[in-house]
């Protein structure tokens, strides 16, 4: 009981700082009474500490929707997921506009499998319906054992509201995925899925290759990115620019105010880069396209990001509980701000199809030879596997349209 009371000192001495001290004892004594009235007159019986944690859970939300009590089971899960490996569907979710909404899907996960996307609003986990639930009551329902279904109904703009059902499985997290691109040999394309630890060190060993193979740019996609470390945003920043502000932070306290800086050391300045965003792209993501735009570093490229561009602390209550609490903004090089307002593009770029028109019938004598061949292959099985090492543009007009303005890049670097 006493580390709860210390847990409610600790919130109340951060919403009514700026009150007297008469009027913060008057503050507490109404919060006791209204657990002592839950305790004497409602319907169910609940413990104090039962009542405090329910407390917790629905008050601390109201101050902002990023801020949260996490128990035993919650703060247990975002250290594993912070680490690269979780549990659950592979979704980032967020309240938007007092819906829950996906921020983004997480790729090769089971969520990421069936179909959702950055935007879509789930308006129902099973049976229960999500309006008026906190982000971490949803997180909690839609978290559980592996190889256990889950039935999301999900409104998409455009779409009647639809029902999914997954498959929860245990997540990993690759966080960095480097490839060749498809029709373009001096191009390299970078994913990054989430800025978990790994990030920063694997950036490091992925450019060293990119180097030493002589390409000329590289692409890095950041479509669908819900953020992560902070520390990892601003060492990607640190490999491509090297002088000058690359984020700052501005808090209530002063210790929580930071400003980061740049280091020449090991920077990859020259080469050519176009950074991928849309509207699933948030926090770190968001650093780390806004810092590249700012400085002129590269060009974005995609559709306006999530505008997520708060400072979350875990402040732990003992070992088992803590405080997830917004306790300052981020301030891009520029000095502008992201939240709510996301990063706009260079170039803005929706997603759409792209479908090759032939425009003629004709059939040469080599289109010929080249079908009978391929026809030849998969009858005696001798087709060649695909290249896994090689990301297809497959129709995706945003990645075609990266590559084409890299490429136009990479030429007037070399005039």
Partial sequence: MKKIFL?????????????????????????????????AYYVDPLTTSEIINKLLKGGVPALDPHSSYLDKKAFKELKIQTNGEFG??????????????IISPIDDTPAFKAGLKAGDIILKINDKATIDMTLDEAVNLMRGKPETKITLTIVRKGKKPFKVT??????KVKSVKAKDLQNYSDIKYIRISNFDKNVVPTLKKILKKVK??????????LRNNPGGLLNQAVGTLDLFIDKGVLVSQKGRVKSESEIFYAHSAGTYKEIPIVILVNNGSASASEIVAGGMQDHRRAVIVGETTFGKGSVQAILPLNKNEALRLTIARYYLPSGRTIQAKGVTPDIIVHPAEIKEINETAEIKEANLKAHLKAELQKIEGKTKKENKNVQKIDGDLQLLTAANILKALILEKNK
């Fill in 7 to 39: 847990a409610i000192l600790l919130i109340f001495s951060l919403t009514y700082a700026k009150y007297s001290s008469e009027s913060r004892l008057a503050s507490y004594e109404k919060f006791v009474k209204v657990v002592n009235m839950i305790e």
């Fill in 88 to 101: 659950g569907l592979g979704i980032v979710v967020g309240m938007r506009n007092g819906v829950l909404t």
């Fill in 166 to 171: 997954i498959t929860r499985a245990i997540i």
């Fill in 212 to 221: 030493k193979e002589g390409k000329k740019g590289i692409i890095i996609d």
